[in-house]
Every structure is written in structure tokens, then in C-alpha cells.
């Protein structure tokens, strides 16, 4: 599991966001053909469950306690800031890295259908509450920094698999529309 999420964190930016677009498409292809399927809100709650834990995975559950890395950083956008003041590559990684941990859950919940009373805002805030709950373990048992920056980036991954995969499935949405009418 380690050796996965190194080759992934090692990933070249474009080719992560380019996943981002192929993994927003094909969850909008599946709502469009599945969501009035009695299984899709049980196989979606799994997709929805399995992207929970992996987000836990490379941010606690990968992770060995040690003494010296409890450090909270409060500041935001301290990365963003820092990639531009030293031009160094990793900081920008970092920041694109956060939301790739939180995107596929924004991608598993435009997938629900609508017999799932979830507001799209009660999901933002679960995303939220989810990366802070993330942030706060990893200072407590020492496990990293923890940082502003990790949970606005982390929510903004979630925040833009959910408007991305949403807009795409809208397109075929309207675009079937278009063409049911030409048939007619």
C-alpha cells in the first residue's frame, strides 16, 4: 500500500489532471445510464465508502507516529505562497495532491440519485469536517504536519469532483434530451 501511494504521489501533475477529467466522466456516464437502477445508490454508497478510506489511507493510515513531526501550520495558502516565493515544484504537488485525496468522493457523490436526501452542501460540509477530523489526528498521535492548507485543498478536491462529474452528467443529460426530440 505504501509503495502505491509513493508511485502515485510521484505521478506527474498533467497525468493526475487528466485523471480528474477521465474519473469525472466516467461517473457521469454511469449516473446517466444507472441512476434509475434499483442497485445504483447501494454500489454508489461502496464506490462512496471506498474513497473514504482512501483517503484515510496515505494521511493516517500509512503513517508512523513519531516525536518530531507534530507541527501545526495555520496560515493559508502558506504552500501556495511558499511555491511562489522559491519556485520549488513540490509545493505546488502537494497542493494538486490534497485534492486528488478528496476528489473521487465529490465524483461517488454525484453519482447518488435523487432517492438520496443528501444536499449537495451537506456534502461539502461532511468533506470539511472529514479533512479537519483528518488534520487533528495526525496532530495529536504525531503523524505530520498539520495544515490549513491540507483542508482547503482537501475540501476543494471534494467540492470539484462533484460540480466537474455533475456538469459532465448534466451535458449527456441535456444532450439526450436534444436528440429524443430530433427523433420525435
Same mark, same amino acid.
Request: proline content about 2%; charged content about 15%.
Given at each position: 500500500? =505504501?509503495?502505491? +501511494? =509513493?508511485? +502515485? ?24 445510464? *444507472? /441512476? ?33 513531526? =507534530? ?5 493559508? *495558502? ?14 505546488? =504537488? ?20 435523487? /432517492?438520496?436526501? +443528501? ?18 489526528? /495526525?496532530? +495529536? %498521535? ?23 462529474? %455533475?456538469?459532465?452528467?448534466?451535458? %449527456? ?12
Amino acid at each position: 500500500m =505504501r509503495h502505491l +501511494i =509513493r508511485n +502515485i504521489y510521484c505521478m506527474d501533475k498533467g497525468v493526475v489532471l487528466l485523471a480528474f477529467v477521465v474519473l469525472s466522466l466516467l461517473c457521469a456516464v454511469y449516473k446517466f445510464l *444507472f /441512476q434509475s437502477k434499483k442497485f445504483n445508490n447501494s454500489l454508489v454508497g461502496v464506490a462512496f465508502a471506498f474513497c473514504v478510506a482512501m483517503a484515510l489511507g496515505p494521511s493516517i493510515l500509512t503513517r508512523f507516529a513519531d516525536a518530531y513531526t =507534530r507541527e501545526l501550520a495555520l496560515e493559508p *495558502f502558506r504552500s501556495i505562497k511558499l511555491y511562489f516565493h522559491t519556485g520549488y515544484e513540490e509545493w505546488l =504537488r502537494v497542493l494538486v495532491m490534497n485534492m486528488a485525496m478528496f476528489y473521487p468522493l465529490g465524483c461517488a457523490f454525484a453519482c447518488f440519485n435523487k /432517492q438520496v436526501n +443528501i444536499k449537495p452542501w451537506m456534502f461539502f460540509c461532511f468533506s470539511f469536517l472529514l479533512s479537519v477530523a483528518i488534520e487533528t489526528v /495526525q496532530y +495529536i %498521535f504525531s503523524l505530520g504536519v498539520s495544515e490549513t492548507d491540507d483542508v482547503i485543498f482537501n475540501t476543494l478536491g471534494a467540492v470539484l469532483g462533484y460540480l466537474i462529474t %455533475f456538469l459532465f452528467y448534466k451535458m %449527456f443529460e441535456k444532450s439526450a434530451k436534444g436528440n429524443t426530440k430530433l427523433e420525435n
